[in-house]
């Protein structure tokens, strides 16, 4: 995906298989770069899927499929205890 502006206005471009699509690259809810997510074909359907919370969108029309998940998902990597460790240590 690549993202460009033209007028001012933010736009996605998606390249599926050399047929090409340009969404609005800005997601309606908290305002993420769509270029910046994950492209899927879902049962037959091209979709983007947000950065931020995973609302999924159609890439043929550009409308939103599913709303935000507000929680992680369930394949998401915990924080390493190392990491963890750093982030609460001191600092000077
Ligand atoms: S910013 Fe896209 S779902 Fe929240």
């Known amino acids: 995906m690549k993202h ?4 001012g206005k933010e736009i996605a471009i998606i390249n599926l298989d050399g047929k090409y699509y340009a ?3 800005r997601c ?10 994950e492209i899927k074909n879902v049962q037959g359907k091209d979709i983007v899927t947000c950065p931020f919370h995973f609302s999924t969108f159609d890439i043929v029309t550009g409308k939103k499929l599913s709303e935000p998940k507000m929680s992680p998902p369930m394949d998401m990597v915990a924080l390493p ?5 750093l982030l609460l240590m001191p600092h000077r």
Do not use: F
């Open 23 to 25: 969404i609005n690259d």
């Open 4 to 7: 460009i502006e033209i007028k």
């Open 81 to 85: 205890n190392l990491c963890r460790m």
């Open 28 to 37: 309606g809810h908290m305002n993420a770069p769509l270029s910046k997510g």
